[in-house]
């Protein structure tokens, strides 16, 4: 009987409570401004694509009725945003969501400590080694400190996304749970969503290390009350960048930053040029905000003004893979362990 009651608090309590809890801040996160989907971001990329229309078809001279009538053929909203690829997006979104909370946030804290604890962790080092500091207040450093742990924070974890980026596009083996993000035949802002929890779990294992050293090394030097100043809610510098129209990543629209810019911080062009099934576009626009680590490691594509012609996918004979909820979670899975079965043959007969 206690097995039957455990059992059972284990299914509504650990299981479908924390995957409702997941599911609902889908949908809080909408309202809120915390998440880059939140209407706030949403809104703010649909005025940037209006003025990308502008831009592209120069329609000043037109009147209103047919500007509007126009810009709504460019947004594609029923052949973009009601194709399967895209559909599939929304319902991943929430099941992703789901899995988050369930397996992922428990196993994150069996088997990683949170970043800011570890943070501390090596701020007792650094004390233990070094000694310990006089922490110096606010008011004599100024808010400077603040705003400088903001921005190496924000760079560090930026610079750590490009490497985990462009290591799942160099192993054979992690491409084929990276592949479900680049499958998307039509890009829509929940594609940037679709990511496997493989690759979840690399990208946060990479989040401890750079976001804990840069925590420890500030709580060292200025005390653990150090913190990044906060828009909404949100890093001041990973506000401002989604403020810049980062919902169209992931979208056919393009905007282009120019030539200069693009050195510098990730356009919505770029992005699109990642997601491209061109050769000449492969493994290029590894970033995600920072396009100058592109530019400092060789990987860097830049756009102009221009719209170049892309089609989104992984090709069809690959594609056809990935059509499903079950295809994104668990063929990369098969993919990868047949990869590695044909490495391990060729090893033993060689």
């Not at 196993?107 to 400590?113: G, H, K």
């Not at 200069?260 to 491209?276: C, K, L, N, T, Y």
């Not at 004979?317 to 909820?325: A, E, H, P, R, V």
Request: charged residues 15%.
């Amino acid at each position: 009987m206690e097995a039957i009651l455990w059992i059972t608090d284990f299914v509504f309590y650990e299981v479908l409570y924390k995957a409702g809890q997941g599911i609902l801040s889908v949908i809080t996160g909408f309202f809120g401004y915390t998440s880059r989907l939140s209407f706030l971001f949403i809104a703010v990329a649909f005025v940037a694509a209006y003025f990308a229309f502008l831009h592209q078809h120069k329609y000043f001279d037109q009147t209103k009725k047919d500007q509007t009538k126009d810009f709504l053929r460019f947004l594609k909203l029923r052949e973009v945003y009601w194709h399967p690829s895209a559909k599939l997006d929304y319902l991943y979104l929430f099941i992703n969501a789901a899995i988050n909370r369930v397996i992922l946030g428990p196993l994150y804290l069996v088997l990683l400590i949170p970043a800011v604890d570890a943070g501390h962790l090596l701020a007792d080092f650094l004390t233990t080694i070094l000694g310990p500091r006089e922490y110096v207040g606010r008011g004599e450093h100024g808010a400077w400190v603040y705003f400088l742990y903001g921005f190496v924070l924000f760079v560090a974890v930026d610079f750590s996304h490009y490497w985990v980026h462009r290591l799942c596009h160099a192993s054979p083996f992690l491409w084929e749970f990276h592949k479900i993000h680049h499958a998307a035949e039509v890009l829509v802002p929940p594609t940037a969503l679709r990511v496997h929890p493989i690759e979840k779990v690399l990208e946060r294992i990479m989040h401890l290390g750079v976001v804990g050293t840069t925590c420890g090394i500030f709580f060292y030097l200025f005390g653990r009350e150090v913190h990044a100043p906060l828009i909404l809610g949100v890093n001041y510098l990973l506000f401002i960048s989604n403020f810049a129209a980062a919902n169209l990543r992931h979208s056919h629209i393009w905007l282009s930053f120019g030539r200069v810019v693009e050195r510098i911080f990730m356009s919505p062009a770029q992005h699109q040029i990642h997601h491209s099934t061109n050769p000449k576009h492969y493994n290029k626009n590894l970033a995600t905000h920072l396009s100058l680590w592109d530019w400092m490691f060789g990987t860097l594509y830049l756009t102009t003004s221009r719209p170049e012609t892309i089609e989104f996918g992984v090709g069809e004979k690959d594609g056809k893979n990935y059509q499903t909820l079950n295809g994104l979670l668990f063929y990369p899975f098969k993919a990868s362990f047949r990869k590695f079965s044909r490495k391990v043959k060729k090893l033993i007969l060689s």
